[in-house]
């Protein structure tokens, strides 16, 4: 016990020093504090694995190596992921997810089952390194109209996989529409994996491909290469649009540089008018906004028009939103659809056994994962493709899905 805490101790002030240096000293206090929250947990969880202390051991000094590699951005070598990120993040969560065994061993019990938490987060790495294939049918014309904003299931149909043929090209049809959102070429997400998934979108056919911000984390933020690799695969595809995320704006020339390379159109408060196979749609791209949000979304959809067809109909809209926190900014009607990503479906939750609840959803009224709906306006909350934040996803998989659309009303039928 004594050693564990004395590494313990000098790993916390190494990290929060070299933190500090490199990127100051606000952003040092805040990694103490995460640091010392789990010191503390992992230090009374000991006392119920006596055993185990010199495998904690490692894993605490592969904690404190992971984090102050990914916050200050030093250079990561080739298996660094699997070495150290994926045990570290995996030790962190499971502790983290052990705070009730940590409270109960404070007093005089010995609870068993200690390798649940850990078991859970094991879980939970798979779920961070792998994503889920579906279909998702949303048909906007099914969920009635309310001034509240609250979730629409019944938009929703799933099914397993992704579809392998291109769609025959009639005007009835669904809208294909592929959406990757906080990829955070990472951790978790390697150049290899992101290129993968990106041309697997490519070859489900969809009729647009959408991203909506939140490329990457710190420790891709020194070069456009990677992330221009990795998004190679969609200049295949002749309908790529992006939005901004908050993590963008870390590093902007950045991300422009590989989505330009990459042959995506990055929309930032401006739209254009995509011509797909069953008629055209207009596509919004909104710019990521802490402050001033609600004047901002509302002056942007309504600045932009709302084109119409040959027939004099207005032609359906789409939005791209990354944060769908400022969905209830929009102006009613003002969007058809938007889609979203921010929350990366509430990371902790219970969707892997059929359940909308996350912690999110249980503890603030942002949107977390699915349809939602106000007024006329409908929202699509992706999963993520990606994660970056709490260690691991536990319970809410990433989603790889194509989504097929019907519109409300008249217009471009998807």
Not at 208 to 223: N, R, W
């Amino acid at each position: 016990m004594t050693g564990f805490v004395m590494v313990t101790v000098v790993g916390m002030g190494l990290v929060t020093g070299t933190v500090a240096l490199r990127r100051g000293r606000r952003l040092a206090q805040g990694v103490a504090a995460v640091l010392l929250v789990h010191a503390m947990l992992t230090v009374s969880l000991l006392t119920l694995a006596a055993g185990f202390a010199p495998l904690f051991g490692v894993l605490q000094v592969l904690v404190y190596l992971e984090v102050a590699v990914l916050i200050t951005g030093l250079p990561r070598p080739r298996l660094w992921s699997p070495l150290v990120s994926w045990p570290a993040s995996t030790f962190m969560a499971g502790s983290f997810l052990a705070l009730p065994w940590a409270l109960v061993a404070i007093g005089p019990w010995d609870p068993p089952g200690l390798w649940l938490p850990y078991g859970l987060a094991a879980v939970g790495l798979f779920q961070s390194v792998t994503t889920r294939k579906q279909t998702v049918s949303l048909d906007l014309s099914r969920s009635t109209e309310g001034p509240v904003l609250a979730p629409h299931p019944a938009m929703q149909q799933r099914r397993r996989g992704l579809p392998r043929e291109a769609p025959a090209d009639h005007a009835d049809r669904p809208l294909r529409v592929v959406q990757l959102t906080d990829t955070h070429l990472g951790p978790f997400m390697s150049e290899a994996r992101l290129r993968r998934i990106c041309a697997r979108a490519v070859a489900a056919h969809p009729d647009l491909i959408v991203l909506t911000g939140d490329l990457l984390t710190v420790a891709s933020q020194g070069s456009s290469e990677p992330l221009a690799r990795a998004l190679a695969p969609l200049r295949a595809h002749p309908r790529v649009y992006a939005c901004l995320g908050n993590h963008d704006h870390e590093s902007l020339p950045v991300v422009a540089e590989a989505l330009a390379a990459a042959g995506v159109v990055l929309l930032v408060d401006r739209a254009v008018v995509a011509r797909t196979p069953v008629g055209p749609v207009q596509v919004v791209g909104l710019d990521f906004r802490w402050r001033d949000r609600a004047a901002h979304v509302a002056g942007v959809l309504r600045g932009v028009g709302r084109p119409v067809n040959g027939d004099g109909e207005t032609i359906p809209r789409i939005v791209l939103l990354h944060d769908p926190g400022a969905f209830t900014h929009c102006p009613d009607g003002e969007a058809d659809l938007v889609f979203s990503g921010h929350t990366h479906g509430g990371q902790l939750g219970l969707v892997s056994f059929g359940l909308d609840w996350t912690v999110v959803r249980a503890f603030s009224v942002i949107p977390d994962h699915g349809p939602w709906a106000q007024g006329r306006n409908r929202l699509y909350v992706h999963r993520a493709t990606g994660h970056y934040g709490f260690p691991l996803r536990v319970g809410v998989p990433a989603e790889e899905s194509v989504l097929e659309v019907r519109f409300a009303g008249a217009g471009a039928q998807a």
